[in-house]
């Protein structure tokens, strides 16, 4: 089985996260089902104009989704902010007390809270 590209992997993490289906995300970025199909199968890449709307609505910056699209040769590696491993983070620090459910909890309120910054921010 072939590794899936940068972008569909992306793609991938990013519903896994908000737990979207790709008709979903289609609707939260006010693009087709069908251009987020080819997104996923590799057979199209998301242009600039949807890159900058993955990163916003991702909180990853926009250099570092360009790259994963393959608009860039390189990005910065430093990881982001906005987007850090918190469950990497919690099965570590806390192995025993917080489970897989309460691992998506918290990742949920964690981004319930940065959409509520977001929409501040463009208020």
């Not at 057979?43 to 393959?70: F, R």
């Not at 982001?80 to 620090?93: N, V």
């Not at 007390?97 to 921010?121: F, H, N, V």
Request: hydrophobic share 35%; with cysteine.
């Amino acid at each position: 089985m072939a590794t899936p590209s940068p972008i569909v992997s992306f793609l991938d993490e990013v519903m896994r996260r908000r737990k979207r289906l790709p008709s979903q995300l289609a609707g939260d970025l006010g693009i087709s089902h069908t251009t987020v199909g080819r997104w996923l199968s590799g057979t199209d890449i998301p242009g600039i104009p949807s890159c900058q709307k993955l990163a916003e609505y991702s909180g990853v910056p926009l250099e570092q989704v360009l790259y994963v699209a393959g608009h860039l040769l390189e990005a910065k590696t430093t990881k982001s902010a906005e987007w850090p491993e918190f469950r990497e983070y919690a099965t570590t620090k806390y192995p025993n007390e917080l489970d897989d459910d309460l691992i998506t909890m918290i990742e949920d309120l964690i981004e319930r809270r940065r959409a509520r910054q977001r929409e501040a921010k463009s208020s």
